[in-house]
């Protein structure tokens, strides 16, 4: 990837410098999200995608477990 991302982590993470945190980094066309144990793996949506996908958990129509 050429562009430089802002990486922000989620206050929900549990704070402290530990790898255990999901972080964010927007553009003007795409969100990319990682894990900050595994940073060379992204995943990259756009706010219409996740925001269901966050609804839908919340809402617990989105199955967690396999």
């Known amino acids: 990837m050429s562009e430089s991302l802002h990486w922000q982590k989620s206050t929900f993470s549990g704070g402290g410098d530990g790898n255990t945190c999901v972080e964010i ?10 894990e900050s144990d595994t940073p060379g793996t992204e995943l990259v949506t756009t706010t219409g995608p996740l925001a269901l996908l966050i609804r839908e958990v919340k809402a617990g129509s989105v199955p967690t477990g396999a």
């Open 25 to 34: 980094a927007a553009t003007p066309t795409a969100l990319h999200l990682r």
